[in-house]
Each structure stands twice: as C-alpha cells, then as structure tokens.
C-alpha cells in the first residue's frame, strides 16, 4: 500500500531551521506532484510548498517565499522542506501529499497523505 512517513520536525526558536523530509512508498513516486501543508490548531489545513513530478517547477504560499524550499530526489523517493528563518507562527504539524498530476494548492486534490509532524517554534 501507499504509505509517506514524515520525519525531521521538533522544537527550535525563532531564526533557527529545521529540514523535513517525507519517504514514500508504494507508488511511482516520479509521477507524482509533491506537496508539503501544515495545520495549525484551530486552522485549516494550508498548502506551504508543492513541486512537480520531475521537479521543474514549485509552488510557494506568500508567508514562506524566500525562506522555504522544497526539493525532491526521485531516486530515494523523497521530498524534503528546508525550513529557514523560522518564525513562531510556522508552528503547525506538517503533512506531506502526493497527487497523480500536477501542482495542486487544494488539499481535496490530493490523493495520498502522510501522518504528520509536529514543528514548534518558539519565540
């Protein structure tokens, strides 16, 4: 079966930075757009970063641009978030997703989803 195991959150204050990463199996992972979001409690779930199935293209929220950065390695079927100059109100558990087509920023559009992992920064 499908299965994308998130790894790499924790607790870090304000200015620091983490890198997430999301392992994948059980499907090509190289036709697949790759998405990361975050919940925040007492939010709705928010697309941060997407990428395409080759990796050509990415997507960012406006909140995140410059300081994120999403990457994939199709040969480890992988995709990770480099997370810089964190900020308190990144705090929010991170999920990764899969979609069969391209860049999505909905989250209904996604059809496999990690378990999540929790980022706390503190300020």
């Known amino acids: 079966q499908v299965q994308l195991v998130e790894s790499g959150g924790g607790l870090v204050q304000a200015g620091g930075s983490l890198r997430l990463s999301c392992a994948t199996s059980?499907?090509?992972?190289?036709?697949?757009?790759m998405g990361w979001f975050r919940q925040a409690p007492g939010k709705e779930r928010e697309v941060v970063a997407a990428?395409?199935?080759?990796?050509?293209?990415?997507y960012y929220t406006d909140s995140v641009k410059g300081r994120f950065t999403i990457s994939r390695d199709n040969a480890k079927s992988t995709v990770y978030l480099q997370m810089n100059s964190l900020k308190p109100e990144d705090t929010a558990v991170y999920y990764c997703?899969?979609?069969?087509?391209?860049?999505?920023?909905?989250?209904?559009?996604?059809?496999?989803w990690g378990q999540g992992t929790q980022v706390t920064v503190s300020s």
């Open positions: 997703a899969a979609r069969k087509w391209g860049i999505a920023t909905m989250t209904s559009l996604y059809d496999y």
């Open positions: 059980g499907l090509t992972f190289s036709n697949y757009a």
């Open positions: 990428i395409t199935a080759r990796g050509s293209n990415t």
